[in-house]
Structures are given as C-alpha cells and as structure tokens.
C-alpha cells in the first residue's frame, strides 16, 4: 500500500516535471501567440488637425520618429498582429486631409508592426495612449497638427478654401467696416453709419450712441429702442417680437461662439433610432451659425465644423481667441426613461450645481474629455492662463441672462425641462469674460424629440430661438468696447 502510495507520488513528479517543461515552452512561445490585435481604428481629419486612432484589449507599446525627403511620420507598434483592421488604415485616408498624403502599414520586422504617414506639409504630432473609457478599450492616438497653424483671426476674415471645413464659413469683415446694413425699423435716430462713427462705436459704444442719437449717454439708455425691448417683459409676444428685431445700440460686429458639442471619438448622447448627438448638435450649430451671419452686426464662429474632436478647455480657448463676445454650446439631453423631454439651459456654477440633476448632466457632459481624448501631457499656457487669470464672478450673472433670454425663446418651440437657468461645473463654460451658455436643445433618448432633433425645419426652428435669445440679451445688455475684452 505505501509503496503503491510512494509509486504514485514519484510519478506524478515526473508529470509536474512535464508539465512544467510544457509550460516554460508555451511562456517562451507567447510573443507568437498573443499578439495584440488592433480592433478597430478611426481617422478624424479636420482643418484643425487630423487624429488617427487605434484601438485594442491592451495598451500597444509604440516609438515614433520623423523621416524627411519627403517628409513622413513613422510610429513602430511593438508586438501588434498586421490585421485585417490595420491593413484597412491606408483606405481610411481621405484625399482632402490636409496633413495626411497616404498612409502605408507593413511587417517590419518579426513583432514590429511599422506605420508611415506620408505628409502634405510640416506638422507636430501629439502621441498618446488612452485607458478605456465609455464603449472604448485601449486607444493609442495620434494627433497630427500643423506645425505652423493657421491664426483665427486670419481665418475669420479670409473666405472659405479649406474643403473639410473650419472655421469662419462665410466671409467676414473686420469689425470698423461693418455698421448696420439696413436702418431698424424701429430706430428713431438716423443710421448715418459714418466710418468715424463705427471707429468710435468700436472703441467706445455709448460714445457711439451718443452721436446717433444726439443725446447724451446716460439718457440714450433710457430713450433708446433698445433699452425699451429690455424692459422686463417676458410675454411670449414679446419674445417673438425681440427676435425679429434686429440687435440695434452698437455698430460693433458682436461675435458668437458657437459650440457644437462632442464630435469625432465622442458621439455624445446616442437616440434609440441610434441619432448621434454629435451629429445633430453640428446641424444645429451650423444653422445658428448662418442664422447669425445673416444679421447685420453680428457674426458667429463655429468651435467646430467637421467631425473632430476639441477638448473643452480648447473650445474656451478658440472661443478667445476669435474675441467671442457670447459663447453657445448646443447639446441634446439623454436619460434612462425615454419619456423625459423638453430643453433646458445651463450656466456655469462655481459653487455647487443648482440641482442633483444639473451636478449629473455636467458630470456627464464633462466626460467629453475623456472620450473624446485629451493628451494630459500637453500643457498650454495660453488655457492656464485663460482658466485662471479672470474672476468668473461677473460673467456667470451675465450669462444667466443670457441663459434666460434663450429659454424665453425655447419656450416657443418647445416645452421646457426645466423651467429656470440651472447651474453646475460644465467646463466648457469656463470662458472668464465671456457670457456663456449650454443649450440641451432636447432629448435625443426620446424617440418624439429624437425625430424632431433630426429634421432641418426643426433645427431651423431651434437656431431661430436661440438667435431670438441671443438678440433678446444683447438689446439688454450692449456688447462693451471691443479693446476691454482681451485675446491671447
Ligand atoms: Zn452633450
């Protein structure tokens, strides 16, 4: 019995010693076998940079450097299988990217998957890698950026030419050269428009006002028809009546911020039809955006234009740096029961959300970041500086206003949410000295609302009311001389 016993100890030596052997050989042989694969990559060209991403289960070790004559981006994907999905990449290339040429994926050596950007122009990539977030596992990024961009300013006035689309789509004239094209109907004083006139408006509005109207500053407060519209009437009558009006008391060109939210990697909220709200807060930016442009004084810059992602530090920053007087960031809301409707308006809070409800929404809407993908490594002066410099103080009572001019308006198409301002953390909002305000247009996870959010009249019709709040605001709150707000 014990030697049986014994016997039987002493062979399973002999298997553990075997079975050891095998593992050693399987551990030796992984690199072979566990290969990462790359499941799925995307490229997201846009005028502003172009983002290629990869993603798979596990992080992908990776080296970049630069190769000229001609110019090309290598990126060395260490231990990556050359898939099906990777050999797609080069397809995934649009000819009208403006950083990328071609693209071409090879084995280069056993384990080394070698990709190489051919490049239209010199560029500054960005590389990072992303811990899953949202629907997505690991992603490996590469932002390719332009290594000389182009000024927003610049590209504000200049028309046009790039075929993705950026900002300033229609042509736009620096700000002395633009007074109101056609007297306000219900203007008492003569609209001469003499560039001296806009000159002194630019530097100085209620300088403006005084020449206008030939009565001093303080009274033309009173006596002006702007100041009449700002009485604190809130019929609906009233708002219809505001937005048809045309936004008198300035000669300054006004600039709006208008901030079409996620886009790119982040699709924002997804509608049970599967409508993505990146997509339908685009159509409706777009359409603000021409409604505002059709305005004699006043002009709006999208933060966004194509499907790309911007982070929402960066669109405070683009914001300033068009010298955005009002920024707008359309969304559409989402929640687990598909009967919760209506729009709703948000401010920025530095104290505490107003509501539960509004401190989960700007949760939510703050992870834009990590969807969309931000590179935490970069830091930019220029958004530390325009993060932390400025008291918020001010802007957030202006914004309200601004906020409840719009809601007024929304009220019209649309029942509301909520029926006041509410305010939370939203990042986005965090422009220092510029009134800003996210509109949650409707709810996408409603399949009524969904529809409405995707058809053009009613998107039209959205634009309208937030034009016509906008128009409502700034009848009561004049934009200030164009040197007090300052640019990076
Ligand atoms: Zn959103």
Redesign the pocket.
Known sequence: MRDARRAGLSLSVVEFLKLLLLVLLLVAATPLFAAEKIVASRVWPSQEYTRVTLESAHAVKHQTFFVSDPQRLVVDLEGVELNGELKSLPARIGENDPYIRTVRVGLNRPGVVRVVFDLRTEVKPSVFALAPAGEYKHRLVLDIYPAHPADPLLALIAPKTDPIGEIGRAPVIASTDVGPKKPAPDATASMKGDVAAKIAADARPDAAVELKLGIPVDDAHDVAPVAKAGAADTSRESARESAKRPVPHTDRLVIVAVDA??GGEDS??LGKRGTR?KDVTLAIARRLKDRIDKEPNMRAVLVRDGDYFVPLAQRVVKSRRVRADLFVSI??DAWVRPDAKGSSVFALSERGATSTAARLLAQR?NQSDLIGGVNLAVKDPVLARTLLDLSLTATISDSLKLGKAVLTELGDINTLHRGAVEQAGFAVLKAPDTPSILVETAFISNPDEESRLKDGAYQDRIANAVLGGIKRYLAQNPPLARNKVAAN
Do not use: L, M, N, V
Request: no cysteine.
């Open positions: 939210g996620h924002g909220a709200e969304h559409a809407e």
